[in-house]
């Protein structure tokens, strides 16, 4: 069974740093997640892109409110896949979902994810 677990959200202060990790299990990292993708949604709003990784971590995509100020990683040997969350502005608020999906190459789409972790809040105070 395929799960995704996130930690690493909390309550900071506008202009904080975070780490958000989402830790897999159920599959071989590298060989079955191949794309993997950070989520955000707030309050009414809709689920949007963050970012996203490709299986080695050697191509990367952030929106662009985030460019300069996250970082996407992740460490197939741990199984793991990082945000950086620096700079935080209070318009950073949300629940951070993880996401993974058996395709290759960048995916930006909420439906080109097959698994999601259940999500961890992010605060931002001004």
């Known amino acids: 069974q395929v799960q995704l677990v996130e930690s690493g959200g909390e309550l900071v202060q506008a202009g904080g740093s975070l780490r958000l990790s989402c830790a897999a299990s159920?599959?071989?990292?590298?060989?079955?997640?191949?794309?993997m993708g950070w989520f955000r949604q707030a309050p009414g709003k809709e689920r949007d892109i963050v970012a996203a990784?490709?299986?080695?971590?050697?191509?990367?995509y952030y929106v662009d409110a985030v460019k300069g100020r996250f970082t996407i990683s992740r460490d197939n040997a741990k199984n793991t896949v990082y945000l950086q969350l620096n700079s935080l502005k209070p318009e950073d608020t949300a629940v951070y979902y993880c996401?993974?999906?058996?395709?290759?190459?960048?995916?930006?789409?909420?439906?080109?994810?097959?698994?999601w972790g259940q999500g961890t809040q992010v605060t931002v105070s001004s």
């Open positions: 990784i490709n299986w080695n971590g050697e191509n990367t």
């Open positions: 159920g599959r071989s990292f590298s060989r079955y997640f191949h794309g």
């Open positions: 996401a993974a999906a058996n395709l290759p190459g960048i995916l930006l789409r909420a439906n080109d994810y097959a698994y």
